[in-house]
């Protein structure tokens, strides 16, 4: 209860974190790309945050990656509205 006063007043603390992961790569569109970076993620909240296996440390939040084969079409009839 105390927690969850605390993260209601002050945000998560991301305190629970996943393993480092990196996404992976499909297809050839990716076999010249970048080596994909390390990230963890806020299991209470979902937020993504860099990972350096370097320095072991979390770094700076960072946009979720949505690849095309991930998104789903919706198509909505606006007469029904």
């Known amino acids: 209860m ?23 790569r499909r297809g ?3 076999q010249f790309s970048a080596k994909p970076k390390p ?6 909240c979902g937020a993504e ?11 700076a939040r960072r946009e979720p990656v949505v690849r095309q084969e991930d998104r789903v079409g919706l198509v909505v009839d606006r007469s029904e509205l």
Do not use: K, N
Not at 2 to 9: M, N
Not at 50 to 58: A, G, K, L
């Open 2 to 24: 105390i927690s969850s006063l605390i993260s209601a007043l002050f945000g998560c603390q991301h305190t629970r974190l996943t393993f480092p992961m990196s996404q992976r």
């Open 28 to 30: 050839r569109l990716h």
């Open 39 to 44: 990230y963890v993620t806020c299991l209470d």
């Open 49 to 59: 945050f860099e990972y350096s296996w370097d320095r072991m440390r979390v770094g």
